[in-house]
């Protein structure tokens, strides 16, 4: 048991956060059935790309995405797509932050939407400024299992899993029940 662990029933709303690459966004659905388990409304951030992985999740209320080459469209438009899903997610007044990954943006976004609680993992080259944007850390021990990895995120906040709880589950998209 953790000191100060997170009270679920206060966050309300969650904003899992995985910027990687597809097979590591599938392997953060546990992370979405474990806090959905526990009474908490979960969303997702992760890239356009990787977005069908969690597309259809049981757990998931909403998917937000951010495009990996907005930056090469230009600086209006990336601004115009930064800031609508900066209201997005603003708008849906998170009470914890859950990030998955060393993207500086689940910083920027621990920082500035207001959420009382976030954990992300312990990155001691990010310096004070990452160590600092977070309500608490976890340790990433390494030759870890993705998926023990993303758990340990709920186990800092006095979340444990039970092992059924760890499964990861694929749940076909529409395309896909099309074709059968």
């Not at 100060?4 to 966050?11: F, I, M, S, T």
């Not at 899992?16 to 959905?36: E, F, M, N, Y």
């Not at 030759?143 to 758990?151: G, K, P, S, W, Y």
Request: hydrophobic share 45%; with cysteine; proline share 6%.
């Amino acid at each position: 048991m953790v000191k100060d662990a997170v009270p679920l029933g206060e966050c309300g709303r969650a904003l899992v956060i995985k910027l990687h690459q597809p097979r590591d966004v599938l392997l953060a659905g546990p992370v979405l059935s474990v806090l959905h388990a526990r009474g908490v409304e979960v969303d997702a951030l992760v890239y356009g790309d990787t977005a069908p992985m969690l597309e259809g999740h049981p757990a998931l209320s909403q998917l937000h995405v951010v495009g990996r080459n907005w930056s090469a469209e230009g600086a209006w438009s990336r601004f115009s797509k930064e800031r609508a899903l900066f209201g997005e997610l603003r708008a849906r007044r998170y009470g914890l932050i859950v990030h998955l990954c060393s993207e500086f943006r689940g910083a920027w976004l621990a920082r500035t939407l207001g959420a009382p609680y976030s954990v992300a993992p312990r990155m001691p080259d990010r310096g004070w400024f990452w160590a600092r944007s977070f309500t608490h850390l976890f340790p990433v021990a390494a030759r870890r299992d993705m998926v023990e990895l993303n758990l340990d995120a709920l186990r800092r906040i006095g979340v444990y899993p039970d092992f059924a709880e760890r499964e990861v589950r694929s749940v076909p998209g529409f395309e896909a029940g099309k074709a059968q």
